[in-house]
């Protein structure tokens, strides 16, 4: 069974740091893109970051531009997520996904497995 299992959120006030990691087992997702998406209450799904399948390309939704870095460590099967400066309107249930092809994706549908989630929120 393909698995995505995301590690890493809570609670932290403005300005602060939280690391997400996602770890995959049942397969190995080193030929593919990876990504991170969220969506807060009453909000849909958004994007957050991608990265492609040897961690060479990176992209970045203006909002956290500056203030977040993705990484992979396709040996050990892991995606990471450091957020740095974090603001309330982070808040948010954050996804990581992986890709169905090796290029680097914005659209949700182009990711063809998810994990379960992991709650970051963060105070005023």
């Known amino acids: 069974q393909v698995q995505l299992v995301e590690s890493g959120g809570g609670l932290v006030q403005a300005g602060g740091s939280l690391r997400l990691s996602c770890a995959a087992s049942g397969r190995t997702f080193s030929s593919n893109a990876m990504g991170w998406f969220r969506q807060a209450p009453g909000r849909e799904r958004e994007f957050v970051s991608g990265?492609?399948?040897?961690?060479?390309?990176?992209s970045y939704a203006d909002l956290v531009k500056g203030r977040f870095t993705i990484s992979r460590g396709n040996a050990k099967n892991i995606l990471e997520l450091q957020m740095n400066s974090l603001k309330p309107e982070d808040t948010a249930v954050y996804y990581c996904?992986?890709?169905?092809?090796?290029?680097?994706?914005?659209?949700?549908?182009?990711?063809?497995?998810w994990g379960q989630g992991t709650q970051v929120t963060v105070s005023s």
């Open positions: 996904a992986g890709a169905i092809s090796s290029r680097i994706s914005t659209r949700a549908a182009d990711f063809g497995t």
């Open positions: 990265i492609n399948w040897s961690g060479g390309i990176t």
